[in-house]
């Protein structure tokens, strides 16, 4: 509680300009200070995979399967493609409410869209046709609505879609580099609660007939199915209903696709249960074990929420309990974080899509990297809420910016670094190899991201042996008149914002000399690229 009240009254000090407040930087110039860090470099604590970062779209933008013609807009895809590898999920509580129609026909939205790309590399030069993309976003806030009002009261209703609503899907993913997992309804039952296959089944050959590569779920949350329709699946059921899903990928095209699950939510009370069954059962036909985390409810949650360490380290009991429950039952079995966002419900109003939902957004990269989960989908690239990485208007917005960092800077090699002294709840930090695609890097070379809960300037001092290496920092603060709740970043001073449609900004560096503190001001955070590091574990 104190600390809350603390929190609340350094906003009212912060006021609209947040961390970018000159009387901000008064405070920090007078109260500035310096921490040591420790490095554990001889060997790698993880090893995470090269679409660790990957991201979501939520199934419910199939409801009205019109809205689906918003993935074929070329800057959705220019900002996809920014974020490659990496995974895309089409899944959420939807996903248990869809049901594949092979004979409906596609709606005028989708029939436009595929007459524009006749003759044509669709990859290249697809696009919207400009009457259909201005009359879908006059009606998206409509349709969000529904679609938020739908997953508040969790009464939802049926939808079909079409062998058009997958080939766009599909097609999105595919002309930005990203391999789709797609979510099968799993509430498509007998009478004797048995999984229904038969639905899943004309998907399957309508895929396999297109050549698609894709992996596949099953399945959205299913701790929660009373809930949402009244039915109770036991982890045991569950588990032999994915050993007949994997049957049946054994029997088609997709015989060496992957299948991931069970999607549960929270490990608390039954829900582990039901992944400690589900795992019994069918733990040996899945390649990773997937879970879902939210720090908070978005209809409650609070600024101070999203700028307390504390809630930055309730992420930590979840992800032990998980692996608890998954080494005991499918040892040395994958885990991933399936879907993972600062707040559930579509994210916090006002705060989700703003620069201080960075702080949660690195600081989970960060711990899940550390705690050994080896791929995070961040819910979601484009779609309803307020948690999205790109707004209505194709915006990228700050976690946008975040996640294209790391994808530049941070490798799959993952390394110790800490604090020293008291300070380090408030000031965290994260060290990676740096990514060997980047081609101003190296082998050996180091990535440090950090960030910065004070209120006052901190100056990191590297180990004495990397004390003389040149340092690339990659500064992030918000950019504007609302400070910390700014829907604006810039990078060392540069407002990021995209050269054109097809084009991203470059991420431009700031080099240190060498033996210079690397600061990192009130409120902020950011990568520093220590070079020439020669770290045994990067080489």
């Known amino acids: 509680m104190l600390l809350r009240l603390k929190l609340g009254l350094l906003l009212l000090l912060l006021g609209p300009l947040g961390a970018s407040s000159p009387g901000v930087l008064v405070a920090s110039a007078q109260t500035e200070d310096s921490v040591e860090l420790d490095f554990s470099t001889e060997q790698p604590v993880h090893l995470v995979s090269p679409a660790f970062l990957s991201f979501t ?67 290249k030069s697809g696009f919207i046709p400009s009457d259909v993309e201005k009359r879908l976003q006059l009606e998206w806030p ?63 050959d309508y895929c396999s007939s297109k050549s698609y590569n894709i992996s596949w779920e099953l399945g959205n949350e299913p ?31 997709f015989k060496n696709a992957n299948l991931y699950g069970p999607d549960v939510g929270q490990p608390r009370g039954k829900t582990v249960n039901m992944l400690r069954n589900f795992l019994k059962t069918g733990g040996e036909v899945i390649d990773s074990v997937t879970w879902h985390h939210y720090y908070l409810d978005g209809r409650t949650a609070t600024k101070e929420d999203f700028l307390n360490p504390d809630v930055l380290d309730t992420f930590i009991s979840p992800v032990q309990k998980i692996f608890q429950v998954v080494e005991k039952t499918s040892p040395h079995k994958k885990v991933w974080l399936g879907e993972t966002s600062s707040a559930y419900g579509g994210g916090a109003p006002l705060l989700s899509d703003t620069f201080a939902a960075g702080f949660m957004w690195l600081d989970k990269l960060g711990l899940s990297a550390r705690l050994g989960i080896e791929v995070v989908m961040r ?28 994808k530049k800077l941070v490798g799959t090699n993952v390394l110790m670094a800490s604090v ?37 300037t901190k100056h990191f001092q590297l180990p004495h042996y990397l004390f003389d290496k040149e340092v690339d920092r990659y ?60 770290v045994a574990a990067c080489l």
Not at 430 to 452: F, M, Q, S, W
């Open 223 to 253: 701790n929660s199915f009373q809930k949402k329709a009244g039915i109770f699946i036991g982890g045991l059921q569950l588990g032999e209903d994915f050993i007949k899903l994997h049957k049946l990928l054994e029997k088609s095209a």
């Open 379 to 406: 819910q979601v690239f484009f779609g309803a809420g307020n948690y999205h990485l790109v707004d209505e208007n194709f915006e990228p917005l700050p976690d946008y910016w975040l996640s294209l960092l790391f």
């Open 57 to 123: 779209i939520d199934a419910n933008l199939a409801t009205d399967p019109r809205f689906l013609t918003f993935l074929g807009s070329p800057k959705l895809h220019t900002l996809a493609r920014g974020l490659s590898p990496a995974y895309l999920r089409f899944g959420g509580s939807k996903t248990d409410f869809l049901i594949f129609d092979p004979k409906k026909e596609p709606s005028f939205e989708e029939r436009s869209y595929w007459q524009c790309q006749f003759n044509q590399d669709i990859c």
């Open 420 to 456: 020293k002294g008291r300070a380090r709840s408030k000031l965290r930090v994260y060290l990676h190899c740096t990514n060997i695609n980047h081609p101003r890097y190296k082998e050996g070379d180091l990535t440090l991201y950090a960030l910065n809960l004070h209120n006052v």
């Open 475 to 534: 500064l992030v603060k918000p950019s504007g008149p609302d400070g910390l709740f700014s829907k604006y970043v810039q990078l060392n001073d540069k407002t990021l914002k995209m050269v054109d449609d097809q084009t991203l900004p470059a991420l431009t560096e700031k080099p240190l000399s060498p033996g210079s503190p690397l600061s990192l001001p009130a409120f902020s955070y950011g990568f520093f690229v220590i070079r020439n590091a020669r």
């Open 142 to 204: 409509f349709q969000e609505q529904l679609l938020l009002k739908e997953q508040y009261y969790k009464r939802f209703r049926n939808s079909t879609y079409s062998r058009s609503s997958v080939d766009i899907l599909y097609t999105f993913a595919s002309c930005s580099g990203l391999h789709l997992i797609f979510g099968l309804n799993a509430l498509l039952r007998t009478a004797d609660l048995q999984w229904n296959s038969s639905n899943a089944q004309l998907l399957l």
